[in-house]
């Protein structure tokens, strides 16, 4: 188990209980992620407390190994006599250069599962979709097949030793970044999250979603991130809600055909996480202007303290700090400000890359690092008007997020002191 961190609608244990009549499940802990903070290891570990629960009260041994799985896994395979592996996919190279190490090293067979999309990321395509609407129509094809309500898993009679969860966290050797986050982690939570999304805000989804004033979007994407709840059972239950027909079509592409696209991104592109993902044309438009003179240039430091001119960025940005989620719509324009107030693109790349894993509970995830590379490169989008610094890459400003919603309004939901700074 690495990227779903769940015990129900989970294709990886269903297999995993097809191929042999005793399942065993294993974590491999890594000390430190990329950029996680101990925000994210937090998260992680408290759902994972509930997967052993959930599994002790099915039966099933769940461990918990201090390393990278390239060093523990084989040994703790063979120590057991496991007669195969199961994992998780994931299109992130760091995965997948671990598996390509197991599945030499192993004694054992391993197979993969992606548990993560509907549509398994390999069957949907085998190279890179460059826009939406070309996955949209795949999937039109394919859902039907894979969109079906997921199995129960079965009972065992393994013996579950317990875990020493303390010792996992002192193992743990990230970097403290941004106040800890009251978040309610793990399946269940996850479970709640979807009914309340479902309950209050599922209706009106398509008109308002994009409103960082109002905040109507899921909230669901931590859950998704660490695994703890299934895209597809969100989308079986949104689709059988009895919601407007317009909202449940709205969440649907954005949870599958969206999503499903930023793993082919990160699946089929080198350089996911750089500006080295660009598109042809986003690196060509770009380089043409990389030399424009830019009004001020901000180094990592001043955004990471939300210290720029404007008011709106920086907001965005304390909201990201403070509870580990920004809005969709701030998200992209947080990101093509930090290409207009950086001294190249691939700074600015580096910089909204390394600031959303770091902040962002949904972090080190393809939806950022195709987001970041669509704001800033051109990623899955198409050439606009030229202008300077942006080229052809879509250009945001203060003037249009006020046509589209609130902006005042938003800021004092998110960071109210930075409209009256009397009042703190």
């Not at 209050?200 to 398509?206: S, V």
């Not at 998200?331 to 093509?336: E, G, T």
Request: glycine share 6%; proline share 5%; with cysteine.
């Amino acid at each position: 188990m690495s990227r779903d961190q769940r015990v129900r609608d989970n294709h990886g244990l269903l297999l995993a209980s097809e191929l042999g009549t005793h399942v065993h499940v294993v974590f491999c802990l890594l000390d430190r992620c990329g950029a996680a903070s101990q925000r994210h290891f937090k998260f992680m570990l408290d759902g994972l407390e509930q997967v052993e629960r959930d599994l002790r009260e099915l039966g099933i041994p769940f461990s918990l190994l201090l390393g990278d799985a390239t060093i523990t896994l084989p040994s703790f395979a063979a120590s057991i006599g496991a007669g195969a592996v199961t994992c998780d996919f994931s299109p992130l190279a760091p995965s997948r250069r671990r598996r390509s190490f197991l599945a030499k090293s192993l004694e054992m067979p391993l197979v993969e599962v992606d548990s993560r999309n509907i549509v398994p990321a390999w069957v949907a395509a085998d190279k890179h979709v460059y826009a939406a609407f070309h996955l949209r129509s795949r999937h039109a094809k394919m859902l039907p097949e894979y969109l079906l309500e997921i199995p129960q898993l079965e009972r065992q009679s393994g013996e579950c030793e317990p875990v020493e969860w303390e010792a996992a966290r002192e193992f743990v050797k990230a970097d403290h970044h941004g106040p800890e986050i009251e978040i309610a982690s793990g399946e269940s939570a996850a479970r709640i999250a979807l009914d309340d999304f479902i309950a209050t805000r599922l209706e009106g989804y398509a008109e308002r979603r994009g409103r960082p004033d109002v905040d109507q979007q899921s909230r669901l994407s931590p859950y998704l991130h660490f695994g703890q709840l299934s895209c597809q059972r969100a989308v079986l239950d949104v689709k059988a809600s009895g919601a407007p027909p317009e909202d449940i079509a709205e969440f649907v592409d954005e949870a599958v055909t969206w999503r499903e696209l930023s793993d082919n991104f990160c699946l089929y592109v080198d350089g996911y996480a750089s500006a080295k993902g660009f598109p042809n044309w986003g690196r060509k438009t770009l380089d043409a202007h990389a030399a424009d003179a830019r009004d001020v240039v901000y180094d990592f430091d001043a955004f990471e303290q939300a210290d720029t001119h404007d008011v709106l960025w920086n907001a965005a940005q304390l909201e990201m700090v403070r509870t580990g989620r920004m809005h969709n719509y701030m998200r992209m324009y947080w990101a093509k400000k930090i290409l207009e107030w950086s001294e190249s693109p691939d700074e600015a790349a580096r910089i909204a890359v390394l600031l959303n894993d770091r902040y962002e509970l949904d972090g080190r995830d393809p939806n950022g690092y195709a987001g970041v590379a669509w704001a800033i490169g051109g990623v899955h989008d198409r050439p606009w008007m030229e202008r300077s610094v942006y080229g052809k890459v879509r250009y945001m400003n203060e003037n249009g997020a006020r046509r589209k919603f609130d902006v005042d309004a938003y800021i004092r939901r998110v960071a109210p002191e930075l409209l009256d700074p009397q009042l703190f």
